[in-house]
């Protein structure tokens, strides 16, 4: 299975302020077609995840544009600019390129 | 408006059996792979499986390939988690999801203890 490593395990962030979540998987989730199978989402308290970026650096219907996704092969990054006290949960990264999906450990976002 | 409804969840002794029910609406429900979730206590996420847009094939984790069967009912818009010889490791909270997790039910406990 590719195992998917996320860092850190919590943040504390000050409102307004950019945050960064890390995520490495153990095996390259680039395929052939050019396409790049990390997903991101979001684990508001009480709530269902929801879908924040797909295919590594797409933003998700309805998701604002204060979130963003990049990296390379097998390091990715989702970056938060100007953190709401709405964003604050359970951040995923997740591969979908091959049987079974995983999934990181979570990153828990709070605020200051 | 999307909406994923489950249900079926609840208490069930180690051994037995359970069978979800996920039931669709606000999207053609017929043209997505659907697929199962579940979350631990510990927050920890684990993918179960999928299933085609027509029923006709199914992946799942290897870990749970022989105790999960996953089904779907197009013209009812249902999909279905059957879960045999349930262990305690399987007490989590079951999420439906639709193609590759886009929109995600509001979940269903599952509990399993004697």
């Known amino acids: 299975d590719i195992v998917m490593t996320q860092a850190p395990l919590s943040v504390s962030v000050t409102p307004g302020e950019s945050a960064s979540i890390s995520c490495r998987s153990s095996?390259?989730?680039?395929?052939?077609?050019?396409?790049?199978?990390v997903y991101w989402y979001l684990q508001k308290p009480g709530k269902s995840p929801q879908l924040l970026i797909y295919r590594m650096s797409n933003l998700a219907s309805g998701v604002p544009d204060r979130f963003s996704g990049s990296g390379s092969e097998t390091d990715f990054t989702l970056k938060i600019s100007r953190v709401e006290a709405e964003d604050v949960g359970i951040y995923y990264c997740g591969q979908l390129l091959e049987n079974p999906w995983t999934f990181g450990g979570g990153t828990k976002l709070e605020l200051k | 408006e999307v909406q994923l409804v489950e249900s079926g969840g609840g208490l069930v002794q180690p051994g037995a059996s359970l069978k979800l029910s996920c039931v669709a609406s606000?999207?053609?429900?017929?043209?997505?792979?659907m697929s199962w979730v579940r979350q631990t206590p510990g927050k920890t996420m684990e993918w179960i499986g999928d299933i085609k847009y027509d029923g006709s094939y199914t992946n799942y984790a290897p870990s749970l390939k022989n105790r999960f069967t996953i089904s779907r009912d197009n013209a009812k818009s249902t999909l279905y988690l059957q879960m045999s010889n349930v262990r305690s490791e399987d007490t989590a909270t079951y999420y439906c999801?639709?193609?590759?997790?886009?929109?995600w039910g509001q979940g269903v406990m599952v509990t399993v203890s004697s």
């Open positions: 095996k390259s989730l680039l395929h052939s077609n050019g396409i790049t199978y």
């Open positions: 999801t639709s193609g590759t997790l886009g929109y």
């Open positions: 606000g999207f053609t429900f017929s043209d997505y792979w």
